[in-house]
């Protein structure tokens, strides 16, 4: 079955930055749209960013233009750049594969949807504090 494994996490100042990876084992990760997602204690799980197979984005609007989703140039790892770290982005943060990007509404904000993946990563913390 298909293997996720994320890293990159850790301790980072305010307006610091952390990139975060993630690579699959015993399947292709280009056949898989990956997406990032994050969740805070005490809160729901969110949507990051998306990257199809093809390369096409989809960020959450409380991460536009700080944060970006790219691939390697071996499709083997989709990574997660993540600049002007804010304490609210503490979190711990999941990747996870399926055929496509989905962008939900909700409260007059999109995120990146986590309906229907097919696995999950176990994730990553990243804490962000002075």
């Known amino acids: 079955q298909l293997q996720l494994v994320e890293s990159g996490g850790g301790l980072v100042q305010p307006g610091g930055s952390l990139r975060l990876s993630c690579a699959a084992s015993?399947?292709?990760?280009?056949?898989?749209?990956i997406t990032w997602f994050r969740q805070a204690p005490g809160k729901e799980r969110e949507g990051v960013a998306c990257?199809?197979?093809?390369?096409?984005?989809d960020l959450a609007d409380s991460v536009k233009g700080r944060f970006t989703v790219s691939r390697d140039n071996a499709n083997t790892t989709v990574n997660l750049q993540m600049n002007n770290l804010k304490p609210e982005d503490t979190a711990v943060y999941s990747c996870?594969?399926?055929?496509?990007?989905?962008?939900?509404?909700?409260?007059?904000?999109?995120?990146?949807?986590?309906?229907?993946?097919?696995?999950w990563g176990k994730g990553t913390l990243v804490t962000v504090s002075s």
């Open positions: 996870a594969a399926r055929s496509f990007c989905h962008v939900i509404y909700r409260d007059g904000r999109s995120y990146p949807s986590d309906v229907g993946m097919d696995y």
């Open positions: 015993g399947f292709t990760l280009a056949d898989y749209a």
């Open positions: 990257i199809t197979r093809s390369g096409s984005k």
